[in-house]
């Protein structure tokens, strides 16, 4: 399990190891906030909590406009793993079917791996549309793609525990909690 870190302002900023947020906390960085009772970190002289959540002691600026590069994972969360043209779920698909990238505009034709010329689709979509433009292969695009909202794409793909949800929620609102543990339970089926 990791730990939820929080920047100074109380902002959600990732998911580390249990072990850097102890030396954050040994270095005087950050200090726990929520801890697992059951668990702790022991030496010869010291026992510390096992921190669950922590807020870093010094604000550190986070680029809003921080681009996060394709990858299948972040590609399937946005698109909430289902096939952008046909619609099914990934839950709803059969046998050896599966999600699989799919370039709008081929790669053959000049298209690129950007957040605007991908989408997720079901493997039967992807070869019945292949080397053509949708409109070619008489296939239309559910949802037009765009680059996703930073905090979405990070958050839908972590697994976080209910205490370090309340700080998400505390910080982006009880909307976007509710679509990350959607994309969670997306994820587990």
Request: net charge positive; hydrophobic share 35%; with cysteine.
């Amino acid at each position: 399990m990791g730990c939820l870190a929080l920047n100074a302002s109380f902002e959600p900023l990732t998911i580390i190891p249990a072990r850097r947020a102890i030396r954050l906390v040994l270095d005087q960085k950050a200090e726990i906030l929520e801890m697992d009772p059951g668990r702790a970190f022991r030496s010869p002289r010291t026992e510390l909590p096992f921190p669950t959540v922590i807020r870093l002691v010094r604000f550190v600026h986070v680029p809003r406009r921080f681009r996060r590069q394709v990858t299948n994972t972040f590609l399937f969360a946005r698109d909430e793993y289902t096939c952008q043209y046909c619609g099914r779920h990934r839950g709803k698909l059969k046998g050896r079917q599966f999600l699989t990238r799919d370039h709008i505009l081929p790669l053959s034709r000049g298209g690129d791996n950007s957040w605007q010329n991908l989408v997720a689709s079901c493997s039967p979509c992807n070869n019945r549309k292949g080397d053509r433009l949708p409109a070619e292969a008489g296939m239309r695009v559910l949802t037009e793609p765009r680059e996703p909202n930073y905090v979405r794409l990070v958050w839908t793909v972590r697994r976080v525990t209910p205490q370090q949800a309340r700080y998400i929620k505390m910080f982006y609102g009880g909307e976007v909690l509710t679509t990350l543990q959607a994309g969670l339970r997306d994820l587990e089926v």
